[in-house]
T-cell receptor, first 115, second 111 residues
Framework: DTEVTQTPKHLVMGMTNKKSLKCEQHMGHRAMYWYKQKAKKPPELMFVYSYEKLSINESVPSRFSPECPNSSLLNLHLHALQPEDSALYLC??????????????FGQGTRLTVV | RKEVEQDPGPFNVPEGATVAFNCTYSNSASQSFFWYRQDCRKEPKLLMSVYSSGNEDGRFTAQLNRASQYISLLIRDSKLSDSATYLCVVTHGGATNKLIFGTGTLLAVQP
């Protein structure tokens, strides 16, 4: 089973709303990632969790707040987003965070629209 | 200069053709290399890992040249279902690796 599950699949939110994206994997992977992907662009790394601790934050604005409640779950809390934050948000996991990284498996993504 | 670069394409090829994609990376400390494919409005899916010795999986062959910091993907006997964006992915870092995506190459296989 190489499945990463993301919910919701689609989300429309206003600029004053607070919402959360959820990601779950049961492969025992110890590294989990959030990526943002705009149309016709490659995924851009936002955050990396290594053994449930935040290890990389790619200078992401504080209106995006990640959380890793346990080794299987990863959340992305959203607050006061802007329309330009509309994108596909992808969660991924890999067996180990490094130094020789194994391949990453992606969830289907949450397509977020900020209105 | 982007850290991982690819020709964006599109590559329009007929069914049965052989097509080659190239990727260059700038960080000599990069450690792992992969090719992913991404269908329109879907998530990236791992196609294959890339090793210095080269590796083959059916119609797909990947090569890595560390000295030139260059990765390639060869697809033989193209199928309509091969139409997708092919993404080169490179990892580097210390205790925690970053997976850095190339810009992607769009392949359109024509009947």
């Amino acid at each position: 089973d190489t499945e990463v599950t993301q919910t919701p699949k689609h989300l429309v939110m206003g600029m004053t709303n607070k919402k959360s994206l959820k990601c779950e994997q049961h492969m025992g992977h110890r590294a989990m990632y959030w990526y943002k992907q705009k149309a016709k662009k490659p995924p851009e790394l936002m955050f990396v969790y290594s053994y449930e601790k935040l290890s990389i934050n790619e200078s992401v604005p504080s209106r995006f707040s990640p959380e890793c409640p346990n080794s299987s779950l990863l959340n992305l809390h959203l607050h006061a987003l802007q329309p330009e934050d509309s994108a596909l948000y992808l969660c991924a996991s890999s067996q180990y965070p490094g130094p020789m990284n194994t391949e990453a498996f992606f969830g289907q993504g949450t397509r977020l629209t900020v209105v | 200069r982007k850290e991982v670069e690819q020709d964006p394409g599109p590559f329009n090829v007929p069914e049965g053709a052989t097509v080659a994609f190239n990727c260059t990376y700038s960080n000599s400390a990069s450690q792992s290399f992969f090719w992913y494919r991404q269908d329109c409005r879907k998530e990236p899916k791992l196609l294959m890992s890339v090793y210095s010795s080269g590796n083959e999986d059916g119609r797909f062959t990947a090569q890595l040249n560390r000295a030139s910091q260059y990765i390639s993907l060869l697809i033989r006997d193209s199928k309509l279902s091969d139409s997708a964006t092919y993404l080169c992915v490179v990892t580097h870092g210390g205790a925690t690796n970053k997976l850095i995506f190339g810009t992607g190459t769009l392949l359109a296989v024509q009947p």
